[in-house]
T-cell receptor
Framework: GENVEQHPSTLSVQEGDSAVIKCTYS??????FPWYKQELGKRPQLIID?????GEKKDQRIAVTLNKTAKHFSLHITETQPEDSAVYFC?????????????FGTGTKLQVIP | DGGITQSPKYLFRKEGQNVTLSCEQNLNHDAMYWYRQDPGQGLRLIYY???????QKGDIAEGYSVSREKKESFPLTVTSAQKNPTAFYLCASRAISDTYEEQYFGPGTRLTVT
């Protein structure tokens, strides 16, 4: 089955600096890569996603890059703010037989220091 | 509040008892998922279902059971066979389409078994 590895597990940055979270996946059939943000005590929410036919996608201060050959993808947050502090999960999705099974990484706890 | 609800928010049970966690959605989504979240281990898939009366085992299905008698409902039973049931359980749903793949998460149920 699919295996998603995520690094680092914790990340502290100064407010205004950039943060980068990296993930690798094992199954070359994966074709959809979402990123979720989970604030303390709340549910995970989708913040950005990318499909395998796209190399990069940007939405204001966040961007995601995908390298299909190397099977890795990354989340970039620029000009970090205290409200960016949360746990971030990457995921890889396969659709075997019409079902979509999503495999999540182990999460990165991001702390933005004011 | 996202259209997907889980109840109760906190649940306490004695070891050896079965317990059922509720998940309801009014988003008219076809697919529903159950995840378990433990510290440092991210989100692990327990069961998922794409249509009524059909469901598939995820990565950690042992000791759990589900049913999907209605499109809106996907209850999870944690049986006494689950060796370490204390965890945070998240339910999610997703619309099935070629372009729409986001999973919406419920608020979660924190189960404590003593």
């Amino acid at each position: 089955g699919e295996n998603v590895e995520q690094h680092p597990s914790t990340l502290s940055v100064q407010e205004g600096d950039s943060a980068v979270i990296k993930c690798t996946y094992s199954d070359s059939a994966s074709n959809y890569f979402p990123w979720y943000k989970q604030e303390l005590g709340k549910r995970p929410q989708l913040i950005i996603d990318i499909r395998s036919n796209v190399g990069e996608k940007k939405d204001q201060r966040i961007a995601v890059t995908l390298n299909k050959t190397a099977k890795h993808f990354s989340l970039h947050i620029t000009e970090t703010q205290p409200e960016d502090s949360a746990v971030y999960f990457c995921a890889a999705s396969i659709a075997p037989g019409g079902y979509q099974k999503v495999t999540f990484g182990t999460g990165t706890k991001l702390q933005v220091i004011p | 509040d996202g259209g997907i609800t889980q109840s109760p928010k906190y649940l306490f049970r004695k070891e050896g008892q079965n317990v059922t966690l509720s998940c309801e959605q009014n988003l008219n989504h076809d697919a529903m998922y159950w995840y378990r979240q433990d510290p440092g281990q991210g989100l692990r898939l327990i069961y998922y279902s794409q249509i009524v009366n059909d469901f598939q085992k995820g990565d950690i299905a042992e000791g759990y059971s589900v049913s999907r008698e209605k499109k809106e409902s996907f209850p999870l039973t944690v049986t006494s066979a689950q060796k370490n049931p204390t965890a945070f359980y998240l339910c999610a749903s997703r619309a099935i389409s070629d372009t729409y793949e986001e999973q919406y998460f419920g608020p979660g149920t924190r189960l404590t078994v003593t």
